[in-house]
């Protein structure tokens, strides 16, 4: 059935499919060790992988080609989907980063609205601590000195998210 689904691929298909997996095999050889021992993967792959780290320029680039043409075998979807999950504790981490910035940012600007999302999500805040942190770092980017009081909300913002 392979054969003949790849005797119906165009030629451009085919080099997509083995640039897809040079790809992947790429992004395998930037895991840590214990994340790829995680990957179901066969040896001679997981070999390839490792050794693939110590190579540099043209070499790394046709050791990438040999890397694809092994994951030929392997079930590439299993690897991406184990791949994705294991990202996805990162990836929260990073979008709570980046909505406790948005908070910050938006209080430092005066904006209201930020108030009532934040009255909403989280009843234990102490609400005259937290006006007098933008109030201070607002002062102190007026007169232009480091941001310490802006950190200080920051960090505060991050605790009530955890």
Do not use: C
């Not at 214990?34 to 070999?47: A, M, W």
């Amino acid at each position: 059935m392979d054969v003949e689904e790849d005797l119906k691929k165009s030629k451009s298909q085919v080099k997509r499919d083995l640039s897809a997996l040079q790809d992947l095999g790429r992004e395998m050889a930037e895991l840590s060790t214990n994340t790829l021992d995680k990957l179901p993967i066969s040896d001679s792959v997981r070999e390839a992988v490792v050794h693939a780290r110590q190579l540099k320029m043209a070499a790394l680039a046709r050791h990438l080609k040999h890397v694809g043409k092994l994951l030929r075998d392997e079930d590439v979807d299993a690897i991406k989907l184990t791949l994705t999950k294991l990202r996805l504790p990162r990836n929260q981490e990073v979008n709570a980063f980046h909505e406790v910035e948005s908070w910050r940012d938006r209080l430092l600007a005066g904006e209201d609205a930020v108030m009532d999302e934040l009255r909403q999500r989280f009843a234990d805040i102490d609400w005259q601590y937290l006006r007098q942190l933008v109030r201070n770092a607002n002062k102190e980017e007026s007169l232009g000195k480091a941001p310490k009081s802006s950190r200080v909300l920051f960090r505060y913002l991050k605790g009530l998210l955890d």
